[in-house]
Nanobody, 124 residues
């Protein structure tokens, strides 16, 4: 099982980025996939989760600005981030849940496979 994030970078406030999480070793419609982020000095926090059985979940801080989508044929989950703010700056991680549902998101222990992360920096 492997998860590889890509798409991070430096963007000005108000801009957009699309992160990708490419999965291998399993089918993305068989497990929930979560996005998390960790800023320096802060705990890792949930951003979103997508599941083939119970849809999507969102952190209040990104609701309405970010969207999540899964292309199961490509085994890739995307996080589209619009109207970015400096406080969105963090390392973003995708992770595979232990089950198909997002019901335990954003509890970190509910996710047992993690990518290496991709840096997102939003300048003011």
């Amino acid at each position: 099982v492997q998860l590889v994030e890509s798409g991070g970078g430096l963007v000005q406030a108000g801009g957009s980025l699309r992160l990708s999480c490419e999965a291998s070793g399993f089918l993305t419609d068989d497990y929930a996939i979560g996005w998390f982020r960790q800023a320096p000095g802060k705990a890792r926090a949930g951003v979103s989760c997508i599941s083939s059985t119970d849809g999507t979940r969102w952190a209040d801080s990104v609701k309405g600005r970010f969207t999540i989508a899964s292309d199961n044929a490509k085994r890739t989950v995307y996080l589209q981030m619009n109207s970015l703010k400096p406080e969105d700056s963090a390392v973003y991680y995708c992770a595979r849940a232990r089950v198909r549902s997002c019901w335990m998101w954003p509890v970190l222990s509910h996710f047992n496979y993690w990518g290496q992360g991709t840096q997102v920096t939003v300048s003011s």
